[in-house]
């Protein structure tokens, strides 16, 4: 099935975005993550285009261009190195995904229906996409990575919640991508007054 196809490939660009070392790498990633959330949209809206293509531009603009600019952005601004050096290596990585698989299979045991035809193997990498965001905070060092495992995070909840559920209403769904832009702006802002200050008292 193509949309369990696509699920899949949300986790695949996760798990990139967890193992990936070249920040440059992380933030073309996490964009592309972005613009396939567009497929989980259709499939859960169906019935209601208004608001399917209402919540298609909004996921375009702020999970495809607009938060990987402003984390781009922020990487320039501050000067960071290319480099997120990762608390962890492969191996401990691989362990703590297979520790996830096992959660998720679980989890998945106990749900014997959904509200839209998606096959439990679907529902099993949409949990681990929200595990590797969580891991994410685990695994990382560098801040500006350990943003990207949140949105990683966050797109995991927005299409478990789609998934299980067929969405929330417009409003809520609004107030997810505005918390996302607030949390990046905040950490871009906290990485930036210290070269401010230092500018200032240069003058």
């Known amino acids: 099935m193509i949309y369990d196809?696509?699920?899949?490939?949300l986790l695949l660009t996760g798990i990139v975005i967890l193992v990936e070392n070249r920040l440059s790498r992380i933030i073309l990633f996490?964009?592309?993550?972005g613009l396939l959330l567009i497929f989980p949209v259709i499939q859960t809206h169906e019935g209601d285009w208004q608001h399917a293509i209402s919540l298609i531009v909004l996921v375009v603009l702020f999970?495809?261009?607009?938060?990987p600019w402003i984390l781009?952005?922020?990487?320039n601004k501050s000067k960071m190195n290319e480099s997120t050096t990762p608390?962890?290596?492969?191996?401990?990585?691989l362990l703590f995904m297979v520790l996830g698989l096992v959660l998720a299979v679980k989890i998945t045991e106990g749900v014997s229906l959904l509200s839209i035809p998606v096959h439990k193997i679907g529902l099993i990498y949409v949990i681990l996409l929200v595990y590797v965001g969580i891991l994410c905070f685990v695994v990382r060092r560098n801040w500006l990575a350990l943003i990207a495992g949140f949105c990683v995070?966050?797109?995991?909840?927005?299409?478990?919640?789609?998934?299980l559920d067929k969405g929330l209403p417009f409003g809520l769904e609004?107030?997810?991508?505005?918390?996302?832009?607030?949390?990046?702006?905040?950490?871009?802002?906290?990485?930036?007054?210290?070269?401010?200050?230092?500018?200032?008292?240069k003058l």
């Open 87 to 93: 608390r962890f290596g492969y191996l401990a990585t």
């Open 72 to 75: 781009n952005w922020t990487a």
């Open 153 to 163: 995070f966050e797109n995991g909840i927005f299409v478990l919640t789609m998934v």
């Open 5 to 9: 196809f696509i699920y899949l490939l």
């Open 174 to 201: 609004f107030g997810s991508f505005l918390d996302a832009i607030l949390v990046i702006v905040s950490g871009g802002i906290l990485q930036l007054s210290p070269h401010m200050h230092t500018k200032e008292r």
């Open 30 to 33: 996490l964009s592309f993550q």
């Open 63 to 67: 999970k495809a261009l607009l938060t």
